[in-house]
Each structure stands twice: as structure tokens, then as C-alpha cells.
């Protein structure tokens, strides 16, 4: 995160892959999250309740998006790097049955005997991504039955909705940032999002505050 390359031995240092889907998933993520950022900022400039509702809807489409998507990223981003540093034969017998934090955990001691921080704000984030994900694909409706709490369960509802949004894209950027540190920017299971080895990054503006903060918490944890 620093400019400076962080050279850590791994058994492939160069390959090709077919069906790669890490970036695409990381690019729309980003999309949907900026997109979301964006319709939140007109709801809160509009007094038109007809407005409102179209925006609100809309907005939360987008953000379901982004975390299924951001979700999507972590995943194949640790499988890729399983396949290649483990080869395909081994992660189809060992590593692709279990569970995506067990992945991220488990691969990289594999590969190079370095290991993501559990105690981190990186590991942290993943877990509750994969958590909030999982809520979401296997969703389940309920009978709506009108209770003199239904009205603080729904806003509770809401509010760990937004929780839930915020994390995911930042899931991603300290996920990524940690990773520069634990297997180097070569080999990054996201990509490295160190500018100074990755020119042609762009960064939503929706999305700078969010980047620029997680770039901090990760540097103050490795600066120590």
C-alpha cells in the first residue's frame, strides 16, 4: 500500500487461467456500491414522496447487488489463487468443498505459510460479508403480522441493511490491502489496489472516503 513491493515466494510465479471471473465481479461490485452511494444522495435532496419510493427502490436493488457481488469477488479470488499456487487436482479433492472464510484462511499457510490476521479488520469484514451474503441468498419471507414492535423491527431491519451494504465494498478494499502484506501484490487473490502498481485503477467518487479509509486502517496496522 506503500509502493513498495512485497516479494513473497510462492510455488507459480507466473500463469494462465481460463474462466477468471474475480475482476469482473470486483468491477461490478464497485458499480453497483457507487450507483447505490449515488441514488442515496438524491433521496435524502428530495421532497416528492412518489420520488422517494422509485429512488429508495432502486437504491436498495443496487445495494443487494453489491454485496452479492462483493461476495462473489472473495470467493473466486481465493479459488483462483488456490488453483494455481495448489494446482486444480488438489483444491478439487481438498480445498473448493470448504466454506470461503475457511479458504481465505486456510490457502495462503498452504501456499506460502503466511496467514491472514482472524483479529484483523480485514477477517472481520469477510466473515460479516459472507454472513449477510448467505442471509440473502437463502432468504426467507414471514407472515406479516402487525405487533406494537413491528414498527422498531423494521427500521432495526433497515439499519442493519445499510451496515450490511457498507461493509461489502469495504470488505473488499481491506481485504485486498491486507493481502499486499500476507502473499505480496503479484499474487493478491483480489488484485492489488496499490496504485503505484496498478496505474490505471480507478476508484468510483462515490467511493474515495470509503477506499481512503480503509488504505488508512491498514497502514496504521502494518506501520506499527
Given at each position: ?5 512485497n516479494n ?8 494462465a487461467?481460463?474462466?477468471t471471473?474475480?475482476s469482473t ?8 456500491s457507487?450507483l447505490s452511494y449515488g441514488l ?9 414522496e412518489g420520488?422517494k419510493?422509485?429512488?429508495?427502490s ?6 443487494v447487488?453489491?454485496?452479492?457481488f462483493a461476495?462473489m ?6 479459488n ?7 494446482g ?13 472464510i ?6 495462503p499457510?498452504?501456499?506460502?505459510g503466511r496467514?491472514?490476521d482472524?483479529?484483523g479488520p480485514?477477517?472481520?469484514a ?5 454472513k449477510?451474503?448467505n442471509?440473502?441468498?437463502h ?9 406494537p ?5 423494521l ?5 442493519d441493511?445499510?451496515n450490511e ?7 473488499l478494499?481491506?481485504l ?6 500476507v502473499v505480496g501484490q503479484l499474487?493478491n487473490?483480489i488484485?492489488?489496489?496499490d496504485?503505484?502498481f496498478?496505474?490505471?485503477?480507478e476508484?468510483?467518487?462515490?467511493l ?5 479509509d480503509?488504505?488508512n ?5 502494518y506501520?506499527?
Amino acid at each position: 500500500m506503500e509502493g513498495i513491493y512485497n516479494n513473497v515466494q510462492h510455488p507459480r510465479e507466473s500463469w494462465a487461467r481460463l474462466n477468471t471471473l474475480t475482476s469482473t465481479y470486483f468491477d461490478i461490485a464497485l458499480n453497483e456500491s457507487a450507483l447505490s452511494y449515488g441514488l442515496r444522495k438524491k433521496l435524502n435532496n428530495t421532497c416528492d414522496e412518489g420520488e422517494k419510493s422509485e429512488l429508495s427502490s432502486l437504491e436498495y436493488r443496487h445495494a443487494v447487488k453489491a454485496i452479492v457481488f462483493a461476495s462473489m469477488c472473495v470467493e473466486a479470488g481465493i479459488n483462483d489463487y488456490a488453483g494455481i499456487q495448489l494446482g486444480d487436482s488438489y483444491c478439487d479433492k481438498h480445498i473448493y468443498s470448504l466454506d470461503v472464510i475457511s479458504k481465505w484462511v486456510v490457502v495462503p499457510k498452504l501456499v506460502c505459510g503466511r496467514e491472514i490476521d482472524k483479529s484483523g479488520p480485514a477477517f472481520k469484514a469477510l466473515q460479516q460479508l459472507v454472513k449477510f451474503r448467505n442471509k440473502l441468498v437463502h432468504s426467507k419471507s414471514r407472515d406479516f403480522i402487525p405487533t406494537p414492535e413491528l414498527g422498531e423491527k423494521l427500521e432495526k431491519a433497515k439499519t442493519d441493511f445499510e451496515n450490511e451494504f457498507y461493509n461489502s465494498v469495504r470488505a473488499l478494499f481491506l481485504l485486498s490491502m491486507e493481502m499486499d502484506y500476507v502473499v505480496g501484490q503479484l499474487h493478491n487473490p483480489i488484485r492489488t489496489l496499490d496504485t503505484s502498481f496498478s496505474p490505471f485503477l480507478e476508484i468510483p467518487e462515490q467511493l474515495k472516503s470509503d477506499f481512503e479509509d480503509c488504505k488508512n486502517i491498514t497502514l496504521r496496522k502494518y506501520r506499527k
